[in-house]
Structure formats: structure tokens, C-alpha cells
């Protein structure tokens, strides 16, 4: 057998049947999202958003085709040529790409146009996984972290540029590969603890009872265990970032545009503008709630079928599926997303190369991120950032950005046993 054929019972089947079931339901829930009972459309009409999503699919199958037929080493070997392309790319947008909103994502010609962002997430998964597959590179030094995070902050800079801070926030999802890798545990434990920072900073309205409450703590620190000046001068200055951090949050927040101010400061108050910046989570909070158990039924959701979630067809896919399909059917879907992140782990835990590990678990962080923020998003967990619903929601850039994401790593799982063992 040549090295370029298709082992095909080596492929993880399981992981392509979950992909297209999201597709397809993914597909009838678009359909929903545009259906207008006063002039209604067939399912396959190019008129209309299911009918463009069709024609994407349909060249997303010719993605996989062409995939799959290709040589596994092909995408180690154009790793760092892809990762540059699509550097370019992002550099070209904001000069050449189409205005919308106050954005600039997208860039083509005509009516085609794709965006940059969203391709660059597999070329920089790819650009890490060849960074890293060095059998000398360990995550642990200095000089390793800092490359790392080089390759993934410069798509990061060029798309806060657009500016995207959705798509910005998707990069650094990374840091679960990174976590898988060897990356410190300590530098996890200060973000986390900086997180948890700045969410009180945001939810307390006085900041001087969170400096209070630091102070606190600090105090019980020093009263506690051996007592030494060093000790209490660590812990002091520590308290004193902290409450300076807590201060500069306001700063910070205020300098965002006002649409980003208002998203944060919904999330914290749902009720501060229900008719204006709040109106998308309320209504869509509405519509997967009057879904109860079972759901309204398939073209029946009533929030849908009078356009109150704006939209619905992209980031707010999912009110669609809980409005319809209520609570079970939410729960169907959320089953599949959980079953793709259990076989990912499982299929990048048996690779023979470090080059498709760090790739794989980069694919499950990406698909992992935007599953868990885009849902909470959809029910007021998180702000509404932008990020669209895996395979799921309505684009073109999205389904085949995620489609080549996964099955370059479905194609890398079938042709393991032709890999070298370099797994470090």
C-alpha cells in the first residue's frame, strides 16, 4: 500500500458520523432560523440561507475528499508555509476586505468572500504542532513558552486589528494544548486567580469592599504559619497588585468601544436594557426557555418565526434547536459535541508523533472553546462576543474553516501506524 492511500478502517468513524449529524441538524436548524410560514421556501432554495449553507456543505465534502486523499506528511511539510500565508491574509484584511459593522473580517471577490481569522485557527494549530514536535522542545523553559506564545499572539494581534475580539479570543484556547504539554501549572493558577479578579472587580459595585476583602485575606496570610519580613512584604505587595488590578478594571472596560461595554455590563445585569443591548440574550434566554421539555415542535418556534433573536441563523443558532427541540433535544446535540471532545481526546492521546498531538489536542481546544462559549453566550453565561456554533451555525468560512480543523486530524488518526515515532 503506498503511504498516500486511504486506510479506510482506520478511520474513526464514530468521529465522522458526529460531524455530519451536526451538519445536518445544524442545516434543518438554519432552515428554521429564515422559515416564513406567510411565504414559505423550500429547504434547498439558493434564495435562502439553507440553501447557501447547502452548496457550502457540498463543497465542504469535496474538502474532505481531498483531504483525506492526501498524503499525511503533506500538511507537516506546508505547516509553517500555510501558517505565513494566512499571516499575509490577515495583514491584507483590513486594507482590502469589506467593511461591516465597523469590522473588517472578510475578503474576496464579488459575492465570494472568506475570512482570514477563521482559516488562520488550523493554520496556527498546524505552525504550533511543527514548533513543537522538536524532541529537544520542552515547555518548560523560557525560551520554548516564549516561541509558543509568539506564534499564537501574532494571528491574535493582526485580527484585534479587524478588530475581531471574538475570533482574538479563540487563540488562546490554546493554552489547553499548552497545559497538555508541559506548559507550568503555576502560570494557570495566576490567570485564573487574575479571571476571578476581574470578574468581582466588574460585579461588585464598590470597589473598595473587594480592596477590603483583600486586605482581609491578606492580614489572615500573615497571621498564619512563620512569621519573617520577607514573608510579609511578599504577601503585601502581592495584595497591593491586586487591589491596584481591581482598580484599573473601570479604566480598562471604559476604554473598550460602547457595544463591548454594554455586552459586559449586560452579563452582570441582564435587566440594565432589555429593549436595546440586552434585547439579544433576553429574547434568546426567552425562546430556549418556552421550549420546555420537548419543544414547540419543527417550524413552530414562535420567538423564531418573528425574527425576535437577532441573528438567530449564526451566533444564536442554538436558541433555535432549544425553542423547537426543548430540552431534549438541546441535550442531543450538547451529547454529540461531548461525544466529538471524548473521541478527540482519545484519538490524540494514541498518536505516535508529537506533531499530531499537539495538533490534535489544538483542534479539540478550538472546538472545545467556541462549543462552550457560544452556548453560554446563548443563555446570558458570557458576553455575546461573535463566536459562531461548530458546524452548526450558518457561513461558509466557519463550516469549512472547522471541517479542514478536524479532518486534517481525522486524516493524521488513519495514518498513525505509517508515523514515526517522535513523540518526546
Known amino acids: 500500500m503506498r503511504s498516500n492511500d486511504l486506510p479506510i478502517s482506520r478511520v474513526d468513524w464514530p468521529t465522522v458520523l458526529v460531524y455530519f449529524a451536526l451538519v445536518i441538524i445544524g442545516w434543518f436548524n438554519i432552515y428554521a432560523a429564515v422559515f416564513d410560514s406567510q411565504n414559505a421556501k423550500s429547504i434547498f432554495d439558493l434564495s435562502i440561507n439553507s440553501g447557501i449553507q447547502l452548496v457550502w ?3 465542504s465534502v469535496a474538502i474532505i475528499l481531498v483531504i483525506m486523499a492526501a498524503d499525511h506528511r503533506l500538511f507537516e511539510n506546508l505547516a509553517l508555509p500555510v501558517y505565513l500565508f494566512f499571516l499575509v491574509l490577515l495583514l491584507l484584511t483590513p486594507f482590502l476586505g469589506k467593511e461591516v459593522n465597523g469590522q473588517v473580517l472578510s475578503i474576496g471577490v464579488g459575492s465570494f468572500r472568506i475570512q482570514p481569522g477563521e482559516f488562520a485557527k488550523f493554520a496556527t494549530a498546524l505552525a504550533l504542532a511543527k514548533v513543537m514536535e522538536r524532541p529537544n522542545f520542552d515547555m518548560t523553559q523560557t525560551r520554548n513558552q516564549l516561541i509558543a506564545l509568539g506564534v499564537v499572539m501574532v494571528p491574535v494581534i493582526l485580527i484585534l486589528l479587524q478588530p475581531d475580539t471574538g475570533t482574538a479570543m479563540v487563540y488562546f484556547a490554546l493554552f489547553i494544548m499548552f497545559y497538555r504539554e508541559g506548559f507550568p501549572q503555576r502560570y494557570y493558577i495566576l ?6 479578579l476581574s470578574l468581582l472587580a466588574l460585579g461588585i459595585e464598590n470597589n473598595l ?4 476583602g483583600i486586605g482581609l485575606i491578606f492580614l489572615l ?39 463591548q461595554q454594554n455586552r459586559i455590563m449586560v452579563l452582570f445585569n441582564p435587566d440594565l436594557d432589555p429593549l436595546g443591548v440586552g434585547w439579544n440574550v433576553t429574547q434568546s ?23 425576535f433573536v437577532p441573528e438567530q441563523h449564526t451566533d444564536f443558532i442554538f436558541c433555535t434547536l432549544g425553542e423547537e427541540f426543548g430540552w431534549l433535544g438541546s441535550l442531543v446535540v450538547i451529547g454529540l ?51 459562531p456554533l461548530p458546524f452548526f451555525s450558518y457561513g461558509g468560512s466557519s463550516l469549512w474553516s472547522f471541517t479542514i480543523l478536524l479532518f486534517i486530524f481525522i486524516k493524521m488518526d488513519a495514518s498513525r501506524s505509517q508515523q514515526l515515532g517522535r513523540l518526546g
Open 285 to 307: 434566554k426567552i425562546a430556549i426557555g418556552s421550549g420546555g421539555f420537548l419543544g414547540k415542535g419543527y417550524l413552530q418556534g414562535t420567538q423564531t418565526k418573528f425574527d
Open 337 to 387: 459535541f461531548m461525544t466529538l471532545l471524548y473521541r478527540l481526546v482519545v484519538m490524540a492521546e494514541r498518536q505516535k508523533t508529537r506533531f499530531a498531538r499537539v495538533y490534535g489536542y489544538s483542534v479539540l481546544s478550538i472546538i472545545l472553546f467556541h462549543f462552550m462559549i457560544n452556548i453560554s453566550m446563548t443563555i446570558g453565561l458570557f458576553p455575546v462576543v461573535g463566536i
Open 191 to 196: 490567570g485564573l486567580g487574575f479571571i476571578a
Open 57 to 59: 456543505i457540498g463543497a
Open 221 to 259: 496570610l500573615v497571621s498564619i504559619g512563620k512569621r519573617s519580613w520577607k514573608r510579609t512584604l511578599v504577601f503585601g505587595a502581592i495584595a497591593l497588585v491586586m487591589i491596584g488590578y481591581s482598580y484599573s478594571i473601570d479604566f480598562v472596560v471604559s476604554k473598550l468601544p460602547p457595544h
Open 209 to 212: 469592599y473587594l480592596a477590603i
